[in-house]
């Protein structure tokens, strides 16, 4: 398939380029024929959460302009973790539970990628195989280390006591041969990846161009951050996942429509299809308007326009008529409303409102809970002093629940 547009050009006007390995060649490359590029995912856990959706529209803007993509989810590699950018050694995962995740996510992929002849890989099944004296003797040969520990990933690791590890300094080298891996046996020629894999990225293109002698190409996505400072994907409550099981489809939405204005025109460049001009008229005209669309049409493409109609039509009734009754019903243990004293950290776990007794805690700690509209300050409450036929949840300014007892 001929792909005749700027598609780099097209990338770089929705902010999805920070960086590309051969400047002005990689644009010129892409406007040839299709070309075949990957991307990896370490399946460290069982669901991507919004974050990577940053991944997701790249490989679908290239995909749509008639490109191939390879999705690589790294079974192998996520047993030593990418060091990059860390103050401490990840925790290891043992295989079953990769093996887990990594079939979770590869179906992720394929629904939000909806391509039919994706190419579906796991690193670790040609990573297994590799015999380590074999591959140091071939490849290892072609990294040196004083110039590993110069690179920015690895700067504060090293300035702190604990170092960096031998095990952890071979991921660049597997990543590296991943792509080497992809050029052989499937003329992949393009990898893509957030700025902070910049240098493990550039490690395959270097091993290739000196086994190979051939040229291929990286680009990178910029690290995606809030205005106000709050890490991309994070809420009161824990990680924003693109599993409803995980993070349910309301709050999916109201993450969205809950970012700060000065956010939303960058949003909808990056995570959504529509027209930039439409998109600076739809800011310019009315940024409430703006926030539903931008929670829309995310919403939509992760869940479905069934879906996302639905949370849509229950927000408005909560935050503009006032109706709680359309408040999101999250089920609760019944046992634990059979105290005189409740705790309100192990309510919130059991409903899904916090992914852990920790994080429960912060959220009272900090006064973002509130119990039909107090404040709670005290991580126990007196049952006496509460209806349970009218128990209603609040998490910072506007995320509402009812609480069932099951």
């Not at 190419?119 to 072609?142: I, K, P, Q, T």
């Not at 007196?382 to 300014?397: C, D, S, T």
Request: with cysteine; charged share 30%.
């Amino acid at each position: 398939m001929k792909n005749d547009s700027n598609i780099l050009g097209v990338l770089k006007d929705r902010g999805l380029v920070a960086q590309e390995s051969h400047e002005g060649k990689v644009a010129q490359y892409l406007e040839g024929d299709a070309r075949i590029f990957y991307v990896g995912f370490d399946p460290t856990a069982e669901s991507l959460h919004i974050g990577h959706l940053v991944a997701v529209m790249c490989m679908r803007t290239l995909v749509d302009a008639g490109h191939k993509a390879i999705c690589l989810i790294g079974g192998g590699t996520a047993l030593i973790g990418d060091p990059s950018h860390k103050t401490e050694m990840r925790k290891m995962i043992n295989k079953d539970e990769l093996e887990k995740n990594r079939k979770a996510l590869a179906k992720q992929m394929s629904k939000l990628l909806n391509v039919k002849d994706l190419v579906m890989l796991n690193n670790a099944d040609w990573l297994f195989s590799l015999n380590y004296l074999d591959f140091m003797r071939e490849y290892g040969v072609h990294f040196k280390i004083n110039e590993m520990i110069k690179k920015d990933i690895y700067k504060e690791r090293l300035d702190r006591e604990e170092g960096l590890t031998m095990f952890e300094l071979n991921y660049l080298l597997l990543q590296s041969y991943d792509y080497l891996h992809l050029f052989r046996k499937y003329g992949c020629t393009l990898e893509l990846g957030g700025s902070d894999q910049w240098s493990n990225i550039l490690g395959g293109v270097e091993l290739i161009h000196k086994i190979e002698g051939q040229e291929v190409y990286a680009v990178t996505w910029p690290l995606v951050t809030r205005s106000d400072g709050k890490k991309m994907g994070k809420s009161e409550s824990g990680a924003v996942w693109l599993d409803e099981e995980k993070t349910s489809v309301y709050d999916f939405y109201q993450w969205w429509i809950n970012v700060p204005d000065l956010d939303v025109e960058k949003f909808l460049k990056i995570f959504t299809f529509l027209e930039i001009s439409v998109i600076k008229d739809l800011v310019e005209k009315d940024i409430v308007n703006a926030k539903k669309t931008l929670a829309y049409e995310v919403t939509a493409f992760v869940h479905s326009k069934e879906k996302a109609k639905e949370v849509k039509e229950q927000s408005e009734k909560i935050f503009e008529e006032g109706d709680l009754g359309n408040a999101p019903v999250v089920s609760v243990e019944s046992s634990l409303f059979e105290n005189e004293k409740m705790n309100l950290v192990d309510i919130l776990v059991s409903a899904k409102i916090a992914e852990s007794k920790s994080k429960a805690r912060k959220l009272i700690e900090e006064g973002g809970l509130y119990l039909n509209d107090e404040r709670m300050s005290d991580q126990e409450i007196e049952k006496k002093k509460i209806n349970l036929e009218n128990f209603v949840l609040r998490v910072g300014k506007k995320k509402y629940y009812r609480v069932k007892a099951v």
